[in-house]
Protein backbone atom coordinates (compact mmCIF):
# COMPACT_ATOMS: atom_id res chain seq x y z
CA UNK A 1 0.00 0.00 0.00
CA UNK A 2 1.29 3.59 -0.70
CA UNK A 3 1.33 6.34 1.11
CA UNK A 4 -1.51 8.65 0.18
CA UNK A 5 -0.48 12.07 -1.64
CA UNK A 6 -1.13 14.46 0.72
CA UNK A 7 -1.06 18.75 0.21
CA UNK A 8 -0.80 21.53 2.63
CA UNK A 9 -3.13 24.32 3.30
CA UNK A 10 -1.68 26.47 0.23
CA UNK A 11 -1.97 23.28 -1.87
CA UNK A 12 1.84 22.60 -2.23
CA UNK A 13 1.81 18.80 -2.65
CA UNK A 14 4.06 17.43 0.64
CA UNK A 15 6.43 14.51 0.61
CA UNK A 16 5.02 11.22 1.67
CA UNK A 17 5.86 9.38 4.75
CA UNK A 18 7.98 6.93 2.88
CA UNK A 19 9.58 9.39 1.22
CA UNK A 20 10.37 11.40 4.40
CA UNK A 21 11.94 7.86 6.03
CA UNK A 22 14.06 6.73 3.51
CA UNK A 23 15.41 10.62 3.10
CA UNK A 24 16.24 10.27 7.04
CA UNK A 25 17.50 6.85 6.51
CA UNK A 26 20.06 8.10 4.09
CA UNK A 27 21.19 10.99 6.51
CA UNK A 28 21.65 8.93 9.05
CA UNK A 29 23.96 6.08 7.01
CA UNK A 30 25.80 9.01 6.04
CA UNK A 31 26.60 10.07 8.94
CA UNK A 32 27.45 6.71 10.56
CA UNK A 33 30.10 6.93 7.57
CA UNK A 34 31.50 9.86 8.87
CA UNK A 35 31.84 9.23 12.22
CA UNK A 36 32.99 5.35 11.21
CA UNK A 37 35.93 7.35 8.97
CA UNK A 38 36.77 10.06 11.94
CA UNK A 39 37.07 6.94 14.52
CA UNK A 40 39.41 5.18 11.84
CA UNK A 41 41.35 8.59 11.59
CA UNK A 42 41.76 8.69 14.96
CA UNK A 43 42.79 5.50 15.60
CA UNK A 44 45.32 5.90 13.01
CA UNK A 45 46.50 9.00 14.45
CA UNK A 46 47.20 7.33 17.96
CA UNK A 47 48.96 4.36 16.34
CA UNK A 48 51.17 7.14 14.97
CA UNK A 49 51.76 8.86 17.96
CA UNK A 50 52.88 5.69 19.42
CA UNK A 51 55.09 4.89 16.56
CA UNK A 52 57.04 7.96 16.66
CA UNK A 53 57.63 7.97 20.89
CA UNK A 54 58.77 3.91 20.47
CA UNK A 55 60.99 4.64 17.79
CA UNK A 56 62.40 7.68 18.74
CA UNK A 57 64.07 5.80 21.20
CA UNK A 58 65.79 3.94 18.83
CA UNK A 59 67.82 6.56 17.62
CA UNK A 60 68.85 8.99 20.17
CA UNK A 61 71.49 8.24 23.22
CA UNK A 62 70.87 10.31 25.83
CA UNK A 63 67.53 11.60 26.98
CA UNK A 64 67.78 15.24 26.01
CA UNK A 65 68.22 14.21 22.64
CA UNK A 66 65.15 11.94 22.87
CA UNK A 67 62.99 14.86 24.33
CA UNK A 68 64.19 16.95 21.48
CA UNK A 69 63.90 14.77 18.89
CA UNK A 70 60.05 13.73 20.14
CA UNK A 71 58.80 17.42 20.51
CA UNK A 72 60.03 18.12 16.99
CA UNK A 73 58.54 14.79 15.56
CA UNK A 74 55.33 14.82 17.46
CA UNK A 75 54.81 18.80 16.36
CA UNK A 76 55.45 18.32 13.08
CA UNK A 77 53.28 15.70 12.69
CA UNK A 78 49.98 17.23 14.56
CA UNK A 79 50.30 20.75 12.63
CA UNK A 80 49.43 18.47 9.83
CA UNK A 81 46.81 16.55 11.64
CA UNK A 82 44.96 20.06 11.79
CA UNK A 83 45.54 21.16 8.25
CA UNK A 84 43.84 17.85 7.28
CA UNK A 85 40.52 18.08 9.47
CA UNK A 86 39.61 21.36 7.67
CA UNK A 87 40.65 19.64 4.04
CA UNK A 88 40.46 15.78 3.67
CA UNK A 89 39.43 15.85 -0.22
CA UNK A 90 42.53 18.14 -1.65
CA UNK A 91 44.90 17.00 0.70
CA UNK A 92 48.56 19.04 1.50
CA UNK A 93 50.87 20.41 -0.76
CA UNK A 94 53.79 18.82 -0.30
CA UNK A 95 55.97 22.65 -0.70
CA UNK A 96 53.97 24.15 1.54
CA UNK A 97 55.24 21.08 4.16
CA UNK A 98 58.52 22.14 2.85
CA UNK A 99 58.18 25.37 3.19
CA UNK A 100 56.23 25.24 7.12
CA UNK A 101 59.26 23.03 8.64
CA UNK A 102 61.85 25.60 6.90
CA UNK A 103 60.35 28.83 8.64
CA UNK A 104 60.15 26.36 11.73
CA UNK A 105 63.89 25.50 11.66
CA UNK A 106 64.71 28.97 11.27
CA UNK A 107 66.71 28.56 8.05
CA UNK A 108 67.12 31.35 5.11
CA UNK A 109 63.84 31.53 2.97
CA UNK A 110 66.42 30.73 0.28
CA UNK A 111 67.75 27.85 2.23
CA UNK A 112 65.74 25.35 -0.05
CA UNK A 113 64.77 25.40 -3.71
CA UNK A 114 61.97 23.51 -5.28
CA UNK A 115 61.61 22.51 -8.51
CA UNK A 116 59.00 20.98 -10.87
CA UNK A 117 55.51 20.58 -10.10
CA UNK A 118 53.26 20.96 -6.63
CA UNK A 119 51.80 18.02 -5.95
CA UNK A 120 48.35 17.67 -3.07
CA UNK A 121 49.38 14.77 -1.71
CA UNK A 122 46.58 12.67 0.65
CA UNK A 123 46.16 12.07 4.45
CA UNK A 124 47.78 8.73 4.56
CA UNK A 125 51.13 9.98 2.73
CA UNK A 126 51.21 13.55 4.65
CA UNK A 127 51.71 11.27 7.94
CA UNK A 128 54.78 9.67 7.29
CA UNK A 129 56.11 12.52 3.76
CA UNK A 130 56.10 15.50 6.74
CA UNK A 131 58.40 13.47 9.12
CA UNK A 132 60.82 12.68 6.48
CA UNK A 133 60.60 16.61 5.41
CA UNK A 134 61.09 17.09 9.10
CA UNK A 135 63.85 15.01 9.28
CA UNK A 136 65.73 16.30 6.15
CA UNK A 137 64.94 20.14 6.97
CA UNK A 138 66.24 19.77 10.68
CA UNK A 139 69.57 18.12 9.23
CA UNK A 140 70.22 21.43 7.45
CA UNK A 141 70.28 23.61 10.39
CA UNK A 142 73.79 22.44 11.34
CA UNK A 143 75.38 22.71 7.76
CA UNK A 144 77.50 25.55 6.51
CA UNK A 145 75.71 28.51 5.29
CA UNK A 146 77.89 29.53 2.97
CA UNK A 147 76.13 29.23 -0.09
CA UNK A 148 72.60 29.14 -1.44
CA UNK A 149 70.44 26.91 -1.72
CA UNK A 150 71.38 24.63 0.61
CA UNK A 151 69.22 22.11 -0.70
CA UNK A 152 66.90 21.51 -3.47
CA UNK A 153 63.58 19.24 -3.62
CA UNK A 154 62.74 18.25 -6.91
CA UNK A 155 59.36 16.70 -7.61
CA UNK A 156 59.01 14.53 -10.98
CA UNK A 157 55.59 14.03 -11.40
CA UNK A 158 54.26 10.84 -13.05
CA UNK A 159 53.44 10.75 -16.68
CA UNK A 160 51.79 7.39 -17.09
CA UNK A 161 48.29 6.84 -17.35
CA UNK A 162 47.04 4.86 -13.92
CA UNK A 163 50.27 2.98 -12.60
CA UNK A 164 52.73 6.31 -12.65
CA UNK A 165 54.83 7.04 -10.29
CA UNK A 166 56.05 10.58 -8.74
CA UNK A 167 59.91 10.61 -8.14
CA UNK A 168 60.57 13.21 -5.14
CA UNK A 169 64.51 14.00 -5.11
CA UNK A 170 66.47 15.69 -2.53
CA UNK A 171 69.80 17.04 -2.90
CA UNK A 172 71.80 18.90 -0.60
CA UNK A 173 75.06 20.60 -0.29
CA UNK A 174 77.42 18.50 2.15
CA UNK A 175 81.28 18.52 2.78
CA UNK A 176 80.76 16.11 5.29
CA UNK A 177 78.94 13.74 3.40
CA UNK A 178 79.95 10.28 4.89
CA UNK A 179 79.15 11.98 8.89
CA UNK A 180 75.25 12.63 7.58
CA UNK A 181 74.40 10.03 4.86
CA UNK A 182 72.28 7.59 7.12
CA UNK A 183 70.73 10.30 8.84
CA UNK A 184 67.26 9.70 7.81
CA UNK A 185 66.07 7.08 10.59
CA UNK A 186 65.38 3.57 9.03
CA UNK A 187 61.79 3.08 10.52
CA UNK A 188 61.03 5.55 8.67
CA UNK A 189 62.43 4.71 5.49
CA UNK A 190 60.60 1.38 6.07
CA UNK A 191 57.09 2.75 6.76
CA UNK A 192 57.17 4.32 3.47
CA UNK A 193 58.30 1.79 1.82
CA UNK A 194 55.78 -0.53 3.40
CA UNK A 195 53.17 2.00 3.73
CA UNK A 196 53.53 3.82 0.30
CA UNK A 197 55.02 1.57 -1.74
CA UNK A 198 57.83 3.84 -1.99
CA UNK A 199 61.70 2.57 -3.42
CA UNK A 200 64.36 4.36 -2.03
CA UNK A 201 67.54 5.08 -3.47
CA UNK A 202 70.45 7.63 -1.59
CA UNK A 203 73.29 9.15 -3.72
CA UNK A 204 76.63 11.06 -2.02
CA UNK A 205 79.53 12.57 -3.76
CA UNK A 206 82.65 14.83 -2.64
CA UNK A 207 79.73 17.57 -2.06
CA UNK A 208 76.35 16.71 -1.99
CA UNK A 209 74.14 14.23 -0.53
CA UNK A 210 70.66 13.01 -1.59
CA UNK A 211 67.60 10.79 -1.93
CA UNK A 212 64.78 9.90 -3.95
CA UNK A 213 62.09 8.77 -2.94
CA UNK A 214 59.65 6.83 -6.16
CA UNK A 215 56.18 6.46 -5.08
CA UNK A 216 52.52 5.09 -7.06
CA UNK A 217 50.60 8.11 -7.68
CA UNK A 218 48.06 5.97 -6.32
CA UNK A 219 49.31 5.76 -2.88
CA UNK A 220 50.81 9.52 -3.04
CA UNK A 221 47.98 11.90 -4.25
CA UNK A 222 44.79 13.44 -2.47
CA UNK A 223 41.60 12.46 -4.62
CA UNK A 224 41.17 15.61 -5.72
CA UNK A 225 45.25 15.52 -6.88
CA UNK A 226 44.40 11.79 -8.38
CA UNK A 227 41.41 13.74 -10.51
CA UNK A 228 43.13 16.14 -11.85
CA UNK A 229 46.63 14.10 -13.26
CA UNK A 230 44.04 11.10 -14.03
CA UNK A 231 40.80 12.53 -15.15
CA UNK A 232 39.78 9.51 -16.94
CA UNK A 233 40.96 7.37 -13.95
CA UNK A 234 39.81 6.42 -10.57
CA UNK A 235 42.32 6.22 -7.40
CA UNK A 236 40.73 2.79 -6.03
CA UNK A 237 41.07 0.76 -2.68
CA UNK A 238 45.20 1.18 -3.18
CA UNK A 239 44.75 5.18 -2.54
CA UNK A 240 44.68 5.28 1.31
CA UNK A 241 42.98 8.27 1.69
Given amino acids: MTDPTRFSASGERLQSDAGLRRQIG ?28 RRTSDDTTNLE ?8 RIAAFTRVQALLLS ?8 FSLVADERLLAGLDDRAIETRGDDIAICPAAANLLVLLIHELVQGLS ?14 VSANLYRDGAITIEWTERDDEVS ?17 LNAEIKSAADDASVGWRYRIPARMLLSNAGFRERFPDARPGSSARN
Fill in 26 to 53: ALQGELAAKQYEAQRRLRNMLAMIRSII
Fill in 65 to 72: DYRLRLEG
Fill in 87 to 94: DQENGIGL
Fill in 142 to 155: ATKRAAFPLAVLHV
Fill in 179 to 195: ARASRIPPWLDDALTYE
